[in-house]
């Protein structure tokens, strides 16, 4: 419920890689925190947004080990979860991107991401990287924090 209540003021999130493999995979250490934040999702209370990066990032270690089952897992919520968008890169999200490379030296997958966000018009950014903590325009939340 703390992750909820640090979103209560928010109507749009976009989200890291980490909370989907948090969720899809259930990890023992934040499927509490995650779950609940999926359900809002899921009934519209929340929108979400995400980059076609977190596609690629979920996907490789189920191609790696064959693991057919979680690959159609992370397609399916990527795809068809209602309330969450999977943001391919415009021109837009990539000039974003390039601005917080540059200003905040941050990697170009986690710009990419933070910048969906932001293009999106989300009111938080949710993670479990520190890299982020220095962006000042937008909520950042690391999860582990909220451990």
């Known amino acids: 419920m703390k992750l909820l209540n640090l979103l209560k ?3 749009t999130i976009a989200l890291d890689t980490a909370p ?8 023992p250490t934040y ?9 809002e999702i899921s009934r519209g209370n929340l929108l979400a947004f995400t980059s076609n990066i977190t596609l690629i990032e979920v996907l490789i270690k189920p191609l790696e080990e064959k693991n057919n089952d979680l690959i159609k897992k992370y397609s399916e919520i990527l795809h068809d979860a209602d309330n969450l968008f999977l943001a391919d890169v415009d021109n837009d999200i990539a000039m974003e991107a390039a ?3 540059a200003s905040h030296k941050l990697k170009i997958p986690d710009a990419i991401q933070l910048a969906t966000g932001l293009i999106n018009g989300a009111d938080a950014f949710i993670t ?3 890299s982020f903590k ?3 325009h937008i909520d950042v939340i690391v999860l ?3 451990i």
């Open 9 to 11: 003021n928010a109507q």
């Open 20 to 27: 989907f493999i948090y969720f899809i995979e259930e990890n």
């Open 31 to 39: 499927i509490s925190i995650i779950e609940p934040l999926f359900q």
């Open 99 to 101: 601005r917080l490379r």
């Open 128 to 130: 479990n990287d520190d």
């Open 134 to 136: 220095k962006i000042k």
């Open 144 to 146: 582990h924090e909220l």
